[in-house]
């Protein structure tokens, strides 16, 4: 029968605020603040898009040259592909915010990202 007590320093430093504060919260607060960044900047495009989709009915109620060639179709798709595209960018850059000993903090990040979105 083994006698030795378990060594629960390891487990213990992980526990430190100090490991905490470093390894997932400041992650979590950049991911957070760039999730809530992403979600603004969205609105912001749709508002742009949205306005500009206006702005072409308007020139085609009123017959401007031009206005009727336009497929709003593509240009949807369009803006639909550059949003996924950045997201991805973005998914990527926040998941690899780690060191290779302390992959917590890619975790601590998107998750960061998440919320932060869903405030903004």
Known sequence: MNTNPVDTAPFAD????????????????IG?????????????????LGAAVVLLFVLQYF????????????????FI?????????LKERLSTMNVASKPVQGGSAV??????????
């Open 81 to 89: 592909g550059s949003v996924k595209h950045g997201f991805e960018l």
């Open 14 to 29: 992980i526990l430190n605020p100090d490991v905490l504060l470093g390894n997932v919260g400041g992650p979590f607060v």
């Open 63 to 78: 017959d401007f040259k031009g206005s009727h060639n336009i497929n709003l179709q593509e240009v949807g798709d369009s």
């Open 111 to 120: 998750a960061g990202f998440f919320v932060g979105f869903k405030l903004g």
């Open 32 to 48: 957070l603040a760039v999730g809530f960044f992403a979600k603004k900047m969205l609105k912001i495009a749709l508002f742009c």
